[in-house]
């Protein structure tokens, strides 16, 4: 079942199968591997070390016949005020530009029968998955009856404008993403080309994904209201806005793919308080909720046995330092560091010791190999003893190290993420780090700082969740310049050389063995130090069919959702 | 008196006109750069930055960007948002009212509760409903409006599963639900304001009680009730009254964390998102009319001591 559900595992062997499937889904603070589901009232199972849901616990209401019709009501964490997709990376904008813009391509995930990490994509406004001649074109047939919102029909011309926009508007922020299109052609009304300039085989998973890949008309995309208006070819017409509290959609009559939408109206409400989310969901206010830790998640549970839910690996955290400097320049600094982090003590503190322990870069990936599967497993082991060892090796007998830790503030990442922090700094000054601690507004300073790399000693983050394989390279590359979150300073030959050739391998299965070798090797250099994962759940109306959380962003798939008012 | 007026509304200007340059400076020096807040990314180059810098005008020297958006204040344009690219001042406009309206629920929730607190309290001076009522409202002093709302969203919800209807309806769309929305908020906020109230309704209310006017009252042969309402809480209100003039203004500061909690589109909801995101032209409107709002209600207090006390007229 788990196979069946995974794309990369489902077509194993042709080349343009690989390429349609290295699509995929979302970056960010979207959970993801499914660890139980139903509507049972019973305690949670135990986050396994498995990290993709198997569909044999999956809703299985798919077989009904739909009723269209009604209101559906969605708590977010927040509502972006921003939702222009050419000017912002934001997934909380990404969450919504998915019910009124369209891509080329979808991700399928977001229903039963698919599972929520399941990253494969299904076409769009794209007629069918892209023809390719050579490794370097790719020519998508876009479907003659999509129009936007407007009632202007979608034309090859649209997307070509959409595309250029990304790559040359001077303020869009998707420049870097996209820079692997050498050019764009329209050689009639619904064909658009696009040639890379070198064989990427994420070429697709770029193209129908959330950065970069929404299709906004000309006429919106330049006009004063495209920051706070959406208006594009999706299932749903964007009706009004209550600035930071909701967003209001009424079913687009227009939409190419019938029958969707099911639903006649749509609300999504931003609560920025936990406890009203919650709140909301148990009072029964709203349909479907979500990302909730394992206390509120058990208290909704006994409140709400008639509930539906959906346990998920959360994305966790992970510790960058500056490898370009000393004492991290020294890998059994590195390797100390995550020895001496109890990992099982933290997630007891945040989690109730629910989560996946042990994580590497990829999180949540059928493919990414477990941590104890690999030969460095050991520095992720408990192990002060052995920590201090490496730390006298690198340092000197009875030598200690005085640095700092950068971290954004509770507004982005909620407390869970500042009592990592907290925990991780005691650990480690047990095994003779001492560390400063540099908590930053997340807007004022965090993100100008920190995250831009400017820091010394340490920062921490939370993971983004990558939905194409070459993320890796953002991560560790120097070429052409330090990779827009190589936080680590990673300047390291041997990783380009293998970042380089995963990247034009077709054949998923040569791809994997160098992800392999990329693997152990930033697991030997402990490049970044990684905390386990948390549990986070959602939970829905058991009236509403047909629907599924996701690890991917979009709330597109929520036109697939029916309520069912027998 | 004349005179005591214009005094009073001229210094009142000053005191904007040094809240005005204080704002705006104080956003311009907060570390950080207005791009990577516009552009909502870190990932961002020279030339996108020099291309908003220009558009904003904040490549111009400081003072010169100071006058440009006093001469706006003046003529009702506060500059548009960073964040949204929408007026200030529109952005204002359209949450007033709901503010407004919760301050005005709270004052409603905080002088029911107060007034007929601090009177009991007062005649029964001494008394077990005397220490109770004291206790009470010592222990509404002593909670944090914020934790309050937090403990009527849960308890409820867990309990009863109920809760407010989620969002926000306007009051002339559908009273009731609009009702419903904010009558938690409301109590949140005007708990700790009628604490106060009620203390001073009590002090003021045991020193009218004493005058000979009221002693003359009683032995008139006039009623306890009619004694109360119509000779002493009368007279005791004037300093209840001033109290709650100002008072008024921590109300509205209050719905900053309030609106948030309770997921309301007002001002104090926009102040905090706007204060998060670094929105410089958003706070600053913002300050600017928190500012004015609290600036005309003293202003207001002052000349009622006028008005009430000719000794401070002449002086």
Same mark, same amino acid.
């Given at each position: 079942?788990?196979?069946?559900?995974?794309?990369?595992?489902?077509?194993?062997?042709?080349?343009?199968?690989?390429?349609?499937?290295?699509?995929?889904?979302?970056?960010?603070?979207?959970?993801?591997?499914?660890?139980?589901?139903?509507?049972?009232?019973?305690?949670?199972?135990?986050?396994?070390?498995?990290?993709?849901?198997?569909?044999?616990?999956?809703?299985?209401?798919?077989?009904?016949?739909?009723?269209?019709?009604?209101?559906?009501?969605?708590?977010?964490?927040?509502?972006?005020?921003?939702?222009?997709?050419?000017?912002?990376?934001?997934?909380?904008?990404?969450?919504?530009?998915?019910?009124?813009?369209?891509?080329?391509?979808?991700?399928?995930?977001?229903?039963?029968?698919?599972?929520?990490?399941?990253?494969?994509?299904?076409?769009?406004?794209?007629?069918?998955?892209?023809?390719?001649?050579?490794?370097?074109?790719?020519?998508?047939?876009?479907?003659?009856?999509?129009?936007?919102?407007?009632?202007?029909?979608?034309?090859?011309?649209?997307?070509?404008?959409?595309?250029?926009?990304?790559?040359?508007?001077?303020?869009?922020?998707?420049?870097?993403?996209?820079?692997?299109?050498?050019?764009?052609?329209?050689?009639?009304?619904?064909?658009?080309?696009?040639?890379?300039?070198?064989?990427?085989?994420?070429?697709?998973?770029?193209?129908?994904?959330?950065?970069?890949?929404?299709?906004?008309?000309?006429?919106?995309?330049?006009?004063?209201?495209?920051?706070?208006?959406?208006?594009?070819?999706?299932?749903?017409?964007?009706?009004?806005?209550?600035?930071?509290?909701?967003?209001?959609?009424?079913?687009?009559?227009?939409?190419?793919?019938?029958?969707?939408?099911?639903?006649?109206?749509?609300?999504?409400?931003?609560?920025?308080?936990?406890?009203?989310?919650?709140?909301?969901?148990?009072?029964?206010?709203?349909?479907?909720?979500?990302?909730?830790?394992?206390?509120?998640?058990?208290?909704?549970?006994?409140?709400?046995?008639?509930?539906?839910?959906?346990?998920?690996?959360?994305?966790?955290?992970?510790?960058?330092?500056?490898?370009?400097?000393?004492?991290?320049?020294?890998?059994?600094?590195?390797?100390?560091?995550?020895?001496?982090?109890?990992?099982?003590?933290?997630?007891?503190?945040?989690?109730?010791?629910?989560?996946?322990?042990?994580?590497?870069?990829?999180?949540?990936?059928?493919?990414?190999?477990?941590?104890?599967?690999?030969?460095?497993?050991?520095?992720?082991?408990?192990?002060?003893?052995?920590?201090?060892?490496?730390?006298?090796?690198?340092?000197?007998?009875?030598?200690?190290?005085?640095?700092?830790?950068?971290?954004?503030?509770?507004?982005?990442?909620?407390?869970?993420?500042?009592?990592?922090?907290?925990?991780?700094?005691?650990?480690?000054?047990?095994?003779?780090?001492?560390?400063?601690?540099?908590?930053?507004?997340?807007?004022?300073?965090?993100?100008?700082?920190?995250?831009?790399?400017?820091?010394?000693?340490?920062?921490?983050?939370?993971?983004?969740?990558?939905?194409?394989?070459?993320?890796?390279?953002?991560?560790?590359?120097?070429?052409?310049?330090?990779?827009?979150?190589?936080?680590?300073?990673?300047?390291?030959?041997?990783?380009?050389?293998?970042?380089?050739?995963?990247?034009?391998?077709?054949?998923?299965?040569?791809?994997?063995?160098?992800?392999?070798?990329?693997?152990?090797?930033?697991?030997?250099?402990?490049?970044?130090?990684?905390?386990?994962?948390?549990?986070?759940?959602?939970?829905?109306?058991?009236?509403?069919?047909?629907?599924?959380?996701?690890?991917?962003?979009?709330?597109?798939?929520?036109?697939?959702?029916?309520?069912?008012?027998? | 008196?004349?005179?005591?007026?214009?005094?009073?509304?001229?210094?009142?200007?000053?005191?904007?006109?040094?809240?005005?340059?204080?704002?705006?400076?104080?956003?311009?020096?907060?570390?950080?750069?207005?791009?990577?807040?516009?552009?909502?990314?870190?990932?961002?180059?020279?030339?996108?930055?020099?291309?908003?810098?220009?558009?904003?005008?904040?490549?111009?020297?400081?003072?010169?960007?100071?006058?440009?958006?006093?001469?706006?204040?003046?003529?009702?344009?506060?500059?548009?948002?960073?964040?949204?690219?929408?007026?200030?001042?529109?952005?204002?406009?359209?949450?007033?009212?709901?503010?407004?309206?919760?301050?005005?629920?709270?004052?409603?929730?905080?002088?029911?509760?107060?007034?007929?607190?601090? @009177?009991?309290? %007062?005649? +029964?001076?001494?008394?077990?409903?005397?220490?109770? $009522?004291?206790? &009470?409202?010592? /222990?509404? #002093?002593?909670?944090?409006?914020?934790?309050?709302?937090?403990?009527?969203?849960?308890?409820?919800?867990?309990?009863?599963?109920?809760?407010?209807?989620?969002?926000?309806?306007?009051?002339?769309?559908?009273?009731?639900?609009?009702?419903?929305?904010?009558?938690?908020?409301?109590?949140?906020?005007?708990?700790?304001?009628?604490?106060?109230?009620?203390?001073?309704?009590?002090?003021?209310?045991?020193?009218?009680?004493?005058?000979?006017?009221?002693?003359?009252?009683?032995?008139?042969?006039?009623?306890?009730?009619?004694?109360? @309402?119509?000779? %002493?809480? +009368?007279?005791?209100?004037?300093?209840?009254?001033? $109290?709650?003039? &100002?008072?008024? /203004?921590? #109300?509205?500061?209050?719905?900053?964390?309030?609106?948030?909690?309770?997921?309301?589109?007002?001002?104090?909801?926009?102040?905090?998102?706007?204060?998060?995101?670094?929105?410089?032209?958003?706070?600053?409107?913002?300050?600017?009319?928190?500012?004015?709002?609290?600036?005309?209600?003293?202003?207001?207090?002052?000349?009622?001591?006028?008005?009430?006390?000719?000794?401070?007229?002449?002086?």
């Amino acid at each position: 079942m788990e196979d069946r559900n995974n794309y990369w595992l489902r077509h194993k062997t042709s080349r343009r199968t690989a390429l349609r499937g290295a699509a995929v889904a979302g970056v960010g603070a979207g959970a993801f591997a499914l660890v139980g589901c139903g509507d049972d009232d019973g305690g949670p199972e135990p986050t396994k070390q498995g990290l993709l849901p198997t569909a044999a616990t999956s809703p299985t209401a798919a077989a009904k016949t739909p009723k269209p019709g009604g209101t559906l009501t969605v708590t977010l964490p927040a509502i972006n005020p921003v939702l222009d997709p050419y000017t912002v990376t934001s997934f909380q904008t990404a969450y919504v530009n998915g019910l009124s813009y369209s891509k080329l391509l979808r991700f399928r995930a977001g229903v039963p029968e698919v599972a929520p990490a399941d990253n494969s994509m299904e076409p769009d406004l794209a007629e069918k998955l892209p023809e390719q001649a050579d490794p370097l074109t790719y020519t998508f047939k876009i479907k003659a009856n999509a129009k936007f919102h407007n009632g202007r029909q979608v034309t090859s011309e649209d997307i070509r404008y959409a595309f250029d926009r990304y790559l040359n508007f001077e303020k869009s922020v998707h420049k870097t993403g996209l820079s692997f299109i050498d050019k764009m052609e329209t050689p009639d009304n619904q064909t658009f080309k696009i040639t890379t300039k070198l064989p990427y085989a994420d070429t697709t998973a770029y193209l129908g994904g959330n950065l970069g890949a929404w299709i906004s008309p000309k006429e919106h995309a330049e006009s004063p209201e495209a920051t706070t208006k959406m208006l594009g070819s999706g299932p749903f017409l964007h009706t009004e806005t209550q600035a930071g509290v909701s967003l209001s959609f009424k079913k687009n009559p227009d939409y190419f793919d019938k029958p969707y939408p099911y639903f006649d109206e749509l609300k999504m409400f931003g609560v920025t308080d936990p406890a009203k989310r919650v709140a909301d969901f148990q009072s029964r206010q709203v349909d479907l909720t979500w990302l909730m830790l394992p206390d509120p998640r058990d208290s909704t549970k006994k409140a709400r046995p008639d509930a539906k839910f959906e346990e998920t690996q959360g994305i966790g955290g992970y510790i960058y330092l500056r490898t370009d400097k000393p004492p991290f320049q020294d890998k059994r600094v590195r390797q100390a560091i995550s020895m001496g982090l109890n990992r099982k003590l933290i997630r007891e503190a945040i989690s109730k010791g629910e989560g996946v322990p042990d994580q590497l870069y990829h999180v949540g990936y059928p493919f990414a190999r477990q941590v104890k599967d690999l030969p460095q497993a050991k520095y992720w082991d408990y192990n002060p003893t052995e920590a201090k060892k490496l730390l006298a090796a690198a340092l000197g007998d009875g030598k200690t190290i005085d640095t700092t830790w950068s971290h954004a503030d509770i507004t982005a990442y909620g407390q869970e993420y500042l009592d990592t922090a907290t925990l991780a700094q005691n650990q480690l000054k047990d095994i003779g780090i001492n560390i400063t601690d540099n908590n930053q507004p997340y807007a004022t300073s965090y993100l100008t700082t920190t995250y831009q790399g400017n820091y010394e000693g340490m920062g921490h983050s939370p993971r983004a969740v990558a939905y194409w394989l070459d993320y890796v390279t953002e991560r560790f590359t120097m070429k052409p310049k330090r990779g827009r979150i190589n936080l680590s300073y990673v300047n390291d030959p041997k990783l380009e050389d293998l970042m380089d050739k995963q990247r034009g391998q077709f054949k998923l299965e040569e791809r994997l063995q160098t992800i392999k070798q990329i693997e152990e090797l930033v697991a030997e250099e402990q490049y970044e130090i990684y905390f386990s994962t948390d549990t986070r759940t959602y939970f829905w109306n058991p009236d509403i069919q047909n629907y599924r959380p996701t690890a991917w962003f979009p709330y597109t798939h929520l036109m697939k959702a029916w309520r069912d008012k027998a | 008196m004349g005179q005591y007026v214009v005094k009073r509304i001229l210094f009142s200007l000053l005191v904007l006109l040094a809240i005005s340059v204080i704002v705006f400076s104080a956003v311009r020096v907060i570390p950080g750069n207005v791009c990577h807040i516009v552009l909502q990314t870190p990932d961002v180059t020279k030339e996108q930055c020099t291309v908003i810098d220009k558009e904003l005008g904040i490549d111009q020297p400081m003072v010169t960007q100071y006058f440009k958006y006093m001469g706006g204040v003046l003529t009702g344009d506060f500059g548009k948002s960073l964040i949204t690219k929408r007026a200030v001042g529109a952005e204002m406009k359209d949450r007033i009212p709901l503010t407004i309206e919760l301050t005005l629920l709270s004052t409603f929730f905080a002088l029911v509760i107060a007034i007929p607190i601090g @009177v009991v309290s %007062a005649v +029964r001076q001494d008394s077990l409903s005397d220490y109770g $009522l004291r206790f &009470l409202t010592i /222990g509404w #002093l002593s909670i944090p409006s914020f934790w309050l709302g937090t403990m009527l969203i849960v308890f409820p919800s867990k309990w009863w599963h109920y809760g407010p209807p989620v969002g926000y309806v306007n009051i002339w769309e559908d009273p009731l639900r609009n009702l419903e929305q904010l009558y938690l908020p409301a109590i949140s906020l005007g708990l700790a304001l009628s604490a106060s109230l009620a203390r001073v309704t009590r002090s003021s209310m045991l020193e009218v009680l004493r005058q000979d006017y009221i002693r003359t009252a009683r032995a008139k042969g006039l009623g306890g009730a009619v004694v109360v @309402v119509r000779h %002493a809480l +009368r007279n005791a209100m004037i300093p209840v009254t001033t $109290l709650f003039a &100002l008072q008024v /203004g921590v #109300l509205f500061g209050g719905t900053v964390v309030l609106e948030s909690i309770f997921s309301l589109p007002g001002l104090g909801g926009l102040t905090l998102s706007a204060v998060r995101a670094k929105d410089y032209s958003q706070v600053q409107g913002l300050v600017l009319l928190f500012a004015t709002v609290l600036v005309v209600l003293n202003l207001l207090v002052d000349l009622s001591y006028a008005w009430i006390d000719p000794r401070i007229r002449y002086s």
